[in-house]
């Protein structure tokens, strides 16, 4: 089985064999009075799985603080990239503590403040970070019961807590929370066994959403420092290029760094630096590219030809099964790299001071850029202070360090702060794609229905949804690494959405062998009852079984169930989706309107991964690195949506980010089988 | 190379000593602190950059300075509009990057057109990206704004 989170296996590297105590002497001092929860070593783990030396964390994170002015802070190592944490991890807070929202301050995402955290990334942040949270407020609201009890020598069972005050019955004024503290220092360590309550299920708006609609926001790429330049890099011609020979001038006012591989300038504004690096000359030595490392139908035959051996697979084969099975198929499906193009490209500022350095970036592993960057200067991390603003998207895309490290590295040359944004083409080029994967299926199926035995091969995409929710008496899932031709890494939903597209689209063309509705097929191979239930949800809302071009597709990832009706037409030979109904069972509904614009959001991008994304490249080179060149969806590309909450409120709350990608590409495609015979195997779905 | 000397931003008129080519979104953003136009893709093709020239959309990205000398520049720093508290009410946005090329956009069709269609909305709004997927929620944003004005 894969793991249910999958760290991701392209990006995570192997943490680094110390980790020191952090000296939180100055940030302890600098809260001043109040209450302090702290999170304890041998409590449960921050968000992601640790491994090894990492298992147990050596130094103690503030957690939540209470002010002696009441304001409540809490510190979390996740990072807001517009999912909406910000606002859930605060009504979380806010619900234990019975206190307004606005009265709660999240700090999010500087390595200096806050506790140790993996990154953002699998979904965790609502079923792993929310509980602590919670626990963190529960334990604060408990230990500010015992002191209005204490203050007022009453029993605590009289006391009640709301709207950020304690009231008792007979004593006249309630209290607020910074009155009971007061100067006094308390700490207390999160309790294991506090009673948390489960969400309250309320749309709460967007924390300091006002600061959007009027560009007040600062996203990394809007910051600036006194002195600051600006960076710019010389970029190799084609992947694996070396730098032969550097020729660069001697401007005034502008630093030029050749080290290795590295070329780059820093300049008093971006004029200046782009001139600049017109004038440095460079020559390159180029790599070879091997034969079939380049976009196309020979792509998968080129990672299939370069998959890793296959070891210590000792299940029972399940070709006799299938060989033994009233109706036999084989499919091969493929999806194509594609780029994760966050509006907001790689960007970060760096600088250096007394031999410390500080960097303001947009990535999702502020600790892991941190690590980055210690490793790349040689200094210990306890010299690094990472920063990340809320910033503008990642969908798994910002996993990595190397815009933070090379405008460290200009700074370091040029003595002052450096900016550095990518341009949108160096985003396309020096980022990181999906996975592009074949999946190879071979199945066999009982006349009556149900499928007797399954055997699939994921090259090269990933193993996240490998294994489905069916019922399939004997199955064999193998996920076969590959070389990759280019960089590849985590995306919205990983491998899940290639795995649910070969198998969603297998089974559909199973219940056609069999002359049997998809959906009564699907329901004849599933005994889960939650698959089951949003299979039913979207299929009722969408009427299913009336009209011309549609599809079904179902699955199950990172704990959440989905399930995805859509309705086609053709026009001028190309797919328009006309209409899509998405039921989501991901446990107790945190705010269920954040949840529904995740969902909607999730649809419209897969539109892209549907229809006409794919990084394109030959040679060493990605032949589409513009929004002209590369097509993502836009406003006339979207159906009618709507959205069915299939709301658990019995079982503890899934994340909701990702899932919600995996159904489309697989309904669509079966859509358009029902709608014209035309049977689609390859993301992007494109008539030929 | 030719310089300009003077731009008019939200209604104040900027020093600003620029070279003529240079585009106007570096101009804003770099000389002016005005951050709120993001770059996105330099080519015109997101819309992220959009500010109002004399009224009608422009993608700074593309524009040079000199062709916004002496016209009226608006920013998203100087709307003041009620499509931005639609934002808000419909939950329009999710990472935020887009949005300010979003409102700008909407602002001018609801300028020019205060009752659009959606074919309309679709259409003017259409070189615009929002890579989050909210593209339903700014179209309801827009026809609330246009239901009550």
């Known amino acids: ?49 640790r491994r090894g030396a990492e298992a147990v964390p050596q130094d103690l994170g503030a957690w939540l603080h209470i002010g002696p002015d009441g304001a409540v802070s809490i510190y979390t190592g996740k990072t807001e990239v517009g999912q909406n944490i910000r606002t859930s991890l605060c009504q979380a807070a806010a619900e234990e503590l019975h206190c307004p929202l606005a009265s709660i301050q999240l700090v999010m995402a500087d390595t200096s403040l806050v506790p140790y955290d993996m990154g953002t990334f699998g979904s965790r942040t609502t079923p792993t970070m929310a509980p602590q949270v919670r626990r963190a407020a529960a334990t604060a609201r408990e230990a500010l019961l015992d002191l209005a009890a204490e203050k007022w020598n009453v029993a605590r069972a009289g006391l009640s807590i709301a709207g950020g005050q ?84 001697a401007l005034p006012g502008v630093t030029v760094v050749h080290d290795q591989n590295f070329v780059g300038v820093a300049a008093p504004d971006v004029q200046a630096a782009a001139d600049a690096l017109r004038q440095i000359k460079v020559e390159w030595k180029r790599q070879p590219v091997p034969p079939g490392a380049a976009s196309g139908p020979g792509l998968y035959e080129y990672l299939k030809r370069n998959a890793e051996p296959l070891t210590g697979d000792t299940q029972a084969s399940v070709e006799d099964a299938i060989a033994a099975a009233d109706i036999k198929l084989q499919g091969a499906y493929t999806v194509a790299y594609i780029a994760h193009a966050p509006l907001e490209p790689r960007a970060a500022l760096a600088e250096w001071q007394d031999g410390k350095l500080t960097v303001w970036t947009g990535t999702q592993v502020p600790f892991g850029v941190r690590s980055e960057l210690a490793a790349a200067f040689g200094i210990p991390e306890d010299r690094v202070r990472v920063v990340v603003p809320d910033t503008g998207s990642a969908y798994g895309g910002k996993h990595s360090g190397e815009c933070a490290v090379e405008a460290a590295r200009l700074a370091r040359a040029a003595g002052k702060p450096v900016k550095l944004v990518w341009t949108r083409e160096e985003e396309f080029t020096w980022a990181y794609s999906r996975p592009a994967g074949l999946i190879e299926i071979a199945s066999g199926v009982h006349r009556q229905g149900t499928v007797a035995a399954w055997e699939c091969h994921n090259y090269n995409s990933g193993a996240s949804g490998l294994v489905g929710k ?207 015979g035309t049977r689609l195997r390859s993301l992007p779905l494109i008539l030929g | 190379m030719p310089k300009v000397a003077e731009l008019t931003v939200n209604g104040i008129r900027r020093p600003i000593d620029a070279d003529s080519e240079l ?109 989050c997927g909210t593209y339903l929620r700014i179209i309801a944003a827009i026809q609330k704004t246009a239901q009550h004005a």
């Open chain 1, 1 to 49: 089985m894969p793991d249910p989170i999958e760290p991701e296996r392209y990006e995570l590297s192997a943490p680094p064999t110390y980790r020191f105590a952090t000296d939180r002497r100055g940030f302890l001092a600098m809260l001043g009075g109040g209450l302090l929860v702290v999170f304890s070593a041998g409590a449960q783990e921050s968000g992601g799985r």
């Open chain 1, 470 to 676: 069916y019922d399939f008496p004997k199955q064999r899932n193998i996920f076969h690494p590959c070389q990759s031709p280019l960089r590849q890494g985590s995306y919205r939903g990983l491998a899940a959405t290639a795995n649910h597209f070969a198998r969603e689209v297998h089974m559909d063309e199973l219940a056609h062998a069999l002359k049997m509705d998809p959906l009564e097929f699907r329901l004849k191979n599933v005994k889960d009852e939650r698959l089951r239930a949003v299979l039913q949800a979207a299929a009722d809302a969408f009427r299913w079984g009336h009209g011309p071009g549609i599809g079904i597709a179902c699955g199950f990832e990172k704990n959440g169930y989905i399930a995805t009706c859509a309705q086609i037409a053709v026009e001028e030979n190309r797919i328009r989706i006309l209409r899509v109904v998405e039921a989501f069972d991901c446990g107790a509904v945190v705010n269920p309107d954040h949840l529904k614009n995740q969902i909607q959001g999730a649809i419209s991008m897969a539109i892209g991964g549907a229809l006409f994304e794919q990084v394109r490249f030959a040679d060493g080179q990605i032949a589409n690195p513009r929004f002209s060149q590369y097509r993502v969806p836009r406003f006339s590309d979207m159906p009618e949506i709507e959205v069915v909450l299939v709301d658990r409120p019995d079982l503890p709350s899934a994340g909701a980010g990702e899932t919600p990608i995996v159904g489309l590409a697989p309904a669509v495609s079966n859509a358009l089988f029902h709608l014209n």
């Open chain 2, 23 to 131: 585009p106007l979104l570096t101009v804003l953003r770099d000389r002016l602190d005005l951050t709120g136009a993001k770059y996105g893709c330099g080519e015109g093709q997101c819309g992220a950059c959009t500010v109002l020239l004399d009224g009608q959309p422009v993608r700074s990205c593309m524009l040079p300075v000199r062709a916004a000398a002496g016209k009226q520049i608006t920013t998203i720093e100087g709307i003041h509009h009620p499509l931005q508290d639609a934002f808000l009410n419909e939950g329009a946005m999710q990472c935020g990057y887009c949005t300010s090329g979003m409102i700008v956009s909407g602002v001018a069709l609801l300028r020019k057109t205060p009752h659009p269609s959606r074919a309309e909305i679709v259409r003017h709004m259409n070189g615009n990206i929002c890579r």
């Open chain 1, 166 to 249: 304690i009231s008792c019955p007979g004593v006249p004024a309630s209290i607020g929370f910074g009155a009971l503290t007061q100067d006094r220092a308390l700490t207390r360590t999160i309790a294991r066994d506090v009673a948390v309550s489960q969400p309250l299920r309320q749309s709460a708006p967007k924390i300091a959403a006002r600061d959007f609609v009027t560009g007040k926001h600062k996203y990394t790429p809007d910051l600036t420092r006194p002195g600051m330049l600006f960076g710019r890099l010389l970029r190799p011609p084609a992947f694996g290029a070396s730098v032969a020979s550097v020729d660069a001038p």
